[in-house]
């Protein structure tokens, strides 16, 4: 299968897609730039934020919540202002935010990273109705996900310089088990990014650098690739009006001129069609 392209956005960084009622959300964490796209009107917003910004997610008491570089703050787009929750790894200063989830009681799985790509201080943490506790889970240079699976009980954590995905059960309170390898890659297929769950229960994965998405069912075996004109594909989300439709964001960073002269639509976004829809909308508690 090949993604269809969608809008021209050239994103440094695109990342964090997301359909929120009748639109989709999504940033760019470099240039930080928040997005939503009508699709039934092409229509394209943008906000800039005061930092580097890694996704937005929608929350059941008011506006989205924004996972920026220092920590969440709640957006309100109507006004675009950004109002601080909570400060993350304010010891880490070269530290960011970078992908994040919405389990089945409304708590945000988010991760953090090295911004610089070096160290080892990638570390998860749950945001629940305005606290944020952090997780056992090891310390990654890149975290990507959490994905949260359909029923509520598993968590996907990405290791994206590690390229594997640790499933972890996880109990009514939110706390994560010790894992097990959930995938592991090891060939030319680009290193696993942004993860996303269907209706079924499977995994859908970005690759950085391998120009393509793939699913993965529970037992782990792939059930369906896609192929992108773009090396760096980041994350897919799921939704439209019969939420059957995949939309994903893509990077420009890491490319030479010569790649971007040969890849002139990097950092656009793609669509798709999908056989399992999107899982049931979650909104968060804070």
């Given at each position: 299968m090949q993604a269809e392209h969608l809008l021209s956005v050239g994103a440094t960084l695109g990342e964090g897609p997301v359909w929120i009622d009748d639109a989709l959300w999504f940033v760019d964490i470099k240039?930080?730039?928040?997005?939503?796209?009508?699709?039934?009107?092409?229509?394209?917003r943008n906000w800039q934020a005061p930092e580097h910004i890694?996704?937005?997610?929608p929350s059941a008491v008011n506006g989205l919540i924004a996972g920026l570089r220092t920590g969440p703050h709640r957006f309100l787009p109507e006004t675009g202002r950004f109002e601080r929750i909570a400060r993350i790894q304010?010891?880490?200063p070269d530290n960011r935010l970078n992908d994040a989830a919405i389990d089945g009681q409304g708590r945000i799985w988010f991760g953090?990273?090295?911004?610089?790509?070096?160290?080892?201080t990638g570390l998860v943490f749950v945001l629940d109705k305005g606290s944020v506790t952090q997780t056992a889970l090891a310390p990654v240079t890149i975290t990507n996900g959490p994905a949260m699976s359909p029923c509520g009980t598993k968590v996907y954590h990405v290791d994206t310089l590690g390229r594997r995905v640790i499933?972890?059960?996880?109990?009514?309170?939110?706390?994560?088990?010790?894992?097990?390898?959930?995938?592991e890659f090891t060939g030319d297929e680009g290193h696993p990014d942004g993860a996303t769950c269907d209706a079924e229960g499977g995994v859908w994965l970005?690759?950085?650098?391998?120009?393509?998405?793939?699913?993965?069912?529970?037992?782990?075996e792939m059930t369906h690739e896609v192929r992108f004109p773009v090396s760096n594909v980041t994350k897919l989300a799921l939704g439209g009006p019969d939420r059957h439709t995949a939309y994903a964001t893509t990077a420009r960073q890491g490319l030479t001129e010569e790649?971007?002269?040969?890849?002139?639509?990097?950092?656009d976004l793609f669509t798709f069609r999908v056989e399992v829809?999107?899982?049931?909308?979650?909104?968060?508690?804070?």
């Open positions: 240039q930080d730039t928040v997005f939503r796209f009508d699709p039934a009107s092409r229509s394209l890694g996704w937005v997610l304010a010891d880490l953090t990273m090295d911004n610089l790509e070096a160290s080892e499933r972890h059960a996880i109990t009514p309170e939110g706390i994560p088990d010790s894992g097990e390898v959930f995938l970005g690759f950085f650098g391998g120009g393509a998405a793939r699913r993965f069912a529970p037992d782990g790649q971007l002269a040969a890849q002139p639509l990097a950092g829809p999107a899982a049931p909308p979650r909104r968060a508690n804070t």
